[in-house]
């Protein structure tokens, strides 16, 4: 079920620009999470909101930032691209309450160039 | 510090056997233990999960996994695997606030053959 939305799916980009991945859902989820994966590795935590106006950094340092202005908006920009940002970049969004399961979207791939 | 071990990269399996994919965790405290399957360009979808309770517990697609705290262990089983079942499985254990927040192991690849 796509309840959960990313766009773009795909987006080649040169360096330096600035750029924002695009994450909605429509469960209502008050819990969101951006995830970075690359090939033969685990999922990354870089960012997470508990709620309007909430948001952490993750386990994995990134030159990301994210913003939660609404509920069902949780968008990650990156201000200045590089080829070190190539990667995949998954959204995930679960209720409040303990051991609740994440939701995940189909995913951004970002190539720099 | 919390992590998930999946000590297999990749299993190639034929069609109609049945499959064990091993899952091993480092949590100090009651995990919350969950299988999710990848396949090619899409997102994650949850195959099961494991809170309290009964040890062995039935998830989608006739998957199935069972929780040894002694081994701290989770593996998930399938008793006759279908060529649709080649895809990439990641086991995870809830860590953080209220247990959400996900570690993820490194995932094993599937391979089906016929």
């Known amino acids: 079920e796509a309840d959960i939305y990313q766009t773009p799916r795909y987006l080649v980009i040169g360096t330096g620009k600035k750029i924002t991945l695009e994450c909605s859902q429509t469960?209502?989820?008050?819990?969101m999470y951006w995830y970075q994966q690359d090939p033969g590795m685990e999922l990354h935590l870089i960012h997470y909101?508990?709620?309007?106006?909430?948001?952490e950094k993750g386990d994995l340092s990134s030159e990301s930032t994210v913003s939660r202005i609404r509920t069902e908006h949780f968008p990650l920009t990156l201000e200045s691209a590089r080829p070190s940002h190539t990667s995949q970049y998954l959204c995930?969004?679960?209720?409040?309450?303990?051991?609740?399961?994440?939701?995940f979207g189909n995913g951004t791939r970002l190539t720099v160039t | 510090a919390q992590s998930v071990t999946q000590p297999d990269i990749h299993i190639t399996v034929s069609e109609g056997a049945s499959l064990e994919l091993r899952c091993n965790y480092s949590?100090?405290?009651?995990?919350?233990l969950f299988w999710y399957v990848q396949s090619p360009g899409q997102g994650l979808q949850l195959l099961l999960k494991?809170?309290?309770?009964?040890?062995l517990v039935q998830g989608i697609k006739g998957f199935e996994a069972e929780f040894k705290r002694s081994q701290s262990s989770f593996n998930l089983r399938k008793p006759s695997v279908h060529w649709s079942d080649a895809a990439e499985y990641f086991c995870?254990?809830?860590?953080?606030?209220?247990?959400?927040?996900?570690?993820f192991g490194k995932g094993t690849t599937l391979s089906v053959s016929s």
């Open positions: 995930a969004s679960g209720r409040t309450g303990i051991g609740s399961p994440l939701h």
């Open positions: 469960m209502g989820h008050d819990k």
């Open positions: 909101s508990y709620g309007v106006n909430s948001t």
């Open positions: 949590y100090g405290a009651t995990p919350y």
């Open positions: 494991y809170f309290s309770g009964d040890t």
């Open positions: 995870a254990v809830g860590a953080g606030q209220a247990g959400t927040a996900l570690i």
